[in-house]
């Protein structure tokens, strides 16, 4: 493709943003569909984080990751909510915001475990940061209680104050929350590659229990590893970044994008 003064340019903003899939998944897409645009990465350190990315007026579209994405939407005219991760640029020059990571993590879930509707009523999430109240508000129509158990018991209380059906369990009693829940889904940082391995007290999951991490360096989290080793549902992290993006490259240019193609090319560039 030949890049013009007409190239529509896309990317994803953070801070760090240097080892983001977006871009490999992105013009992937951008080439299947031959379109005239390009997708990169930006890094964005801003005191000013609002400002910087209103001043971004000239991308027809960005994802927003890691610290930015209240601040995205505080920049868009207009909003599906307060943290967006998408922005995308309207004819009045203004930001248009949405949010795709709920919506992109039930979709992960419904590729994963197409029944489970019918088999998660309770649901106990790991971790009470961004992701965490996200996966959770997503879930919580859905399903009848979300515990999350957190290291840091006042951020569970309020990640479980966020929605309607939320509850805590305590982050020293994770055998009984993992005994009592349908479906758990593993948020914080201690599946990733540079963290002391975590013992998941996996041996206490009911025998249907779906497992979901959203962690996807590594892809074969030691927690879906044991989930998988006792039979369990496990959903690996890159479902959701697949699907997150899935939805917000159909808001920017109004087509599905191929799935299936988008993992084969992740997880080349993650090999
Ligand atoms: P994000 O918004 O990206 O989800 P975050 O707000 O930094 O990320 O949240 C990280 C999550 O990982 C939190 O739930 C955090 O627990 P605390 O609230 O107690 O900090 C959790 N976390 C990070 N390091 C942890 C550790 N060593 N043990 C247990 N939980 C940890």
Same mark, same amino acid.
Not at 94 to 99: D, K
Not at 153 to 176: H, M, V, Y
């Given at each position: 493709m030949t890049i013009t003064a007409a190239t529509k340019v896309y990317a994803v903003i953070g801070d760090p943003v240097s080892h983001s899939l977006s871009p490999v998944m992105h013009n992937g897409w951008i080439a299947d569909h031959s379109l005239d645009a390009v997708y990169v990465a930006l890094q964005l350190t801003s005191d000013d984080p609002v400002a910087a990315i209103e001043a971004l007026n000239g991308f027809a579209g960005l994802n927003v990751t890691v610290p930015h994405k209240e601040a995205a939407a505080k920049a868009a005219s207009r909003?599906?909510?307060?943290?967006?991760?998408? +922005? &995308?640029?309207?004819?009045?020059?203004?930001?248009?915001?949405?949010?795709?990571?709920?919506l992109g993590f039930l979709d992960s879930l419904t590729e994963g475990a197409p029944d489970w509707r019918a088999r998660a009523r309770r649901v106990l999430i790991l971790g009470a940061g961004g992701a965490a109240i996200g996966v959770g508000q997503a879930l919580s129509p859905h399903?009848?209680?979300? #515990?999350?158990?957190?290291? /840091?018991?006042? &951020?569970? *209380?309020? !990640? !479980?104050?966020? $929605?309607?059906?939320?509850?805590?369990?305590?982050?020293?009693? =994770?055998?009984?929350?993992?005994g009592h829940a349908d479906l758990i889904v593993q948020t914080t940082i201690l599946s990733m590659a540079d963290q002391a391995e975590m013992e998941w007290p996996v041996s206490f999951c009911r025998p249907n229990a779906i497992i979901a991490d959203i962690v996807y360096?590594?892809?074969? /989290?030691? +927690?879906? *590893?044991?989930?998988? !080793?006792?039979? =369990?549902?496990?959903?690996? @992290?890159? @479902?959701?970044?697949? #699907?997150?993006?899935?939805?917000?490259? *159909? $808001?920017?240019f109004g087509i599905k994008p191929d799935v299936v193609k988008a993992r084969q090319r992740l997880l080349a560039a993650l090999a």
């Open positions: 909003n599906e909510g307060a943290v967006a991760n998408v +922005l &995308r640029r309207e004819d009045d020059g203004t930001f248009s915001g949405f949010n795709t990571d709920g399903v009848d209680t979300i #515990h999350f158990a957190n290291r /840091t018991a006042e &951020r569970g *209380e309020q !990640a !479980a104050r966020s $929605i309607p059906n939320g509850r805590t369990t305590r982050w020293d009693d =994770l055998e009984r929350g993992f360096r590594p892809l074969e /989290t030691a +927690l879906l *590893e044991s989930a998988r !080793a006792r039979g =369990l549902t496990a959903i690996d @992290g890159l @479902g959701m970044l697949i #699907h997150q993006g899935a939805r917000a490259f *159909e $808001i920017w």
